[in-house]
């Protein structure tokens, strides 16, 4: 690049953390010289497989149709009649609960029903799997990735007929900065809107917890290549505006409760008198007689690690369902306390999200390059910032 009037006109950059949540980014410095914007931004109930989708559409869970993994649906359960899930009732439990023994089976499902987004089995017990529909068939970022139907930024990007860059999820933080990198210097490109995914500092958090050397070090890392891309573009755009922002934040784990036991010693049937999904930090329950869900309500408000949402909280959060498909009911555990043996993991972790978005550890973080006039405060508003980017960009020839 020689002269400044080679340059092109703009480009903005969303770049995306998980879990880089609000209290963690208060508590590191982070390219302070380069975002004049930083503030906590609300999240939604729920993980990144909830949270994703409302960034993506800026609608609510139950406008966009996507929460958690499993749903209690054996009409249209995709493992029901599953010759290789048949085949795993006769291996010794001993030996199919095993990680590594899971690992494969769950690659053996992925490859057989061939869905293109993310697919995990989790800790999901076999025999119970008959009873499930696996809710993210789709990639999210392609085109009719929602389940609702409704469209992404993405989308509008592509309507727009702008050229963008997006991020390959399935790939390394690594990876996608050097194709980013590579997109911005492009002869043959003039790339206006970019969205940059980074995921892996999510892991880290879940495995040593908030307050650990790791975790700065990677918050370093991030600031050491952000500024090296913002530097690469700035060589090729008169105008680099640039927005960093997280999916949820990340709670330090200080305790774990067995729900699931409580309820297997009430000895009403699964299947037959109630469906559970245990998740890291819920469970949902759905109830075939008055009996079950009298009984399985009374055993939740005798636990003290959380409580039973009511329909009121629930239609609060946007996750009312209008089929209640993700469950009639959601006892969720207190902050910082995992629900343990759940379907996703049998074995302790450092931190967890998915408690109450209203907890301040469960809180978003939300940066900017430049002061704007949109108010940007909880997850659902970055549609329009990104629409304001794009349309932005649209109208300079
Ligand atoms: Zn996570």
Redesign the pocket.
């Known amino acids: 690049m020689s002269g400044q009037e080679e340059k092109l006109p703009g480009i903005s950059i969303c770049i995306f953390i998980?879990?880089f949540g609000w209290e963690l980014l208060d508590r590191h410095s982070f390219l302070d010289d380069m975002l004049p914007v930083k503030q906590p931004l609300d999240t939604i109930f729920g993980?990144?497989a909830t949270c994703d989708p409302t960034i993506l559409t800026g609608l609510l869970p139950r406008d966009h149709g996507h929460f958690s993994f499993f749903v209690y649906d054996p009409d249209h359960s995709p493992f029901r009649r599953m010759p290789l899930l048949q085949l795993m009732r006769l291996v010794p439990k001993a030996l199919s609960s095993r990680n590594r023994a899971r690992s494969v089976i769950g690659k053996l499902i992925n490859r057989q029903l061939a869905y293109t987004g993310y697919f995990n089995i989790y800790n999901m017990p076999f025999s119970l799997m008959k009873y499930m529909d696996y809710t993210e068939k789709r990639d999210l970022y392609q085109p009719g990735g929602i389940n609702s139907g409704s469209p992404t930024i993405m989308d509008y990007a592509r309507d727009q007929n702008i050229d963008f860059f997006l991020s390959d999820w399935k790939a390394s933080e690594e990876q996608n900065l050097k194709d980013l990198t590579d997109a911005v210097l492009d002869p043959r490109r003039d790339c206006r809107f970019a969205y940059l995914y980074m995921a892996s500092m999510?892991a880290v958090l879940?495995r040593v917890g908030t307050d650990h050397p790791e975790v700065s070090a990677k918050i370093a890392w991030y600031e050491q290549q952000i500024r090296a891309l913002i530097r690469t573009a700035q060589s090729r755009y008169r105008e680099v505006r640039f927005f960093i922002f997280s999916d949820h934040g990340m709670t330090d784990v200080h305790d774990t409760c067995d729900v699931q036991g409580p309820v297997a010693a009430s000895g009403l049937k699964f299947g037959q008198d109630y469906a559970a999904v245990y998740d890291s930090t819920m469970a949902r329950f759905w109830f075939f007689n008055s009996q079950a869900s009298r009984r399985i309500e009374e055993i939740l408000k005798g636990l003290p690690c959380g409580e039973v949402l009511t329909d009121q909280q629930l239609s609060a959060w946007g996750v009312d369902f209008p089929d209640r498909r993700y469950g009639e009911l959601f006892f969720l555990m207190h902050p910082g306390v995992l629900l343990l043996p759940s379907h996703m993991g049998d074995r302790p972790i450092a931190g967890m999200?998915g408690y109450s978005p209203e907890d301040k550890d469960s809180a978003a973080a939300f940066c900017s390059s430049c002061s704007l006039d949109l108010e940007v405060s909880r997850l659902d508003d970055l549609y329009g910032l990104m629409k304001g980017e794009i349309d932005r960009w649209l109208s300079v020839p």
Do not use: F, V
């Open positions: 998980d879990a993980y990144s999510d879940h999200h």
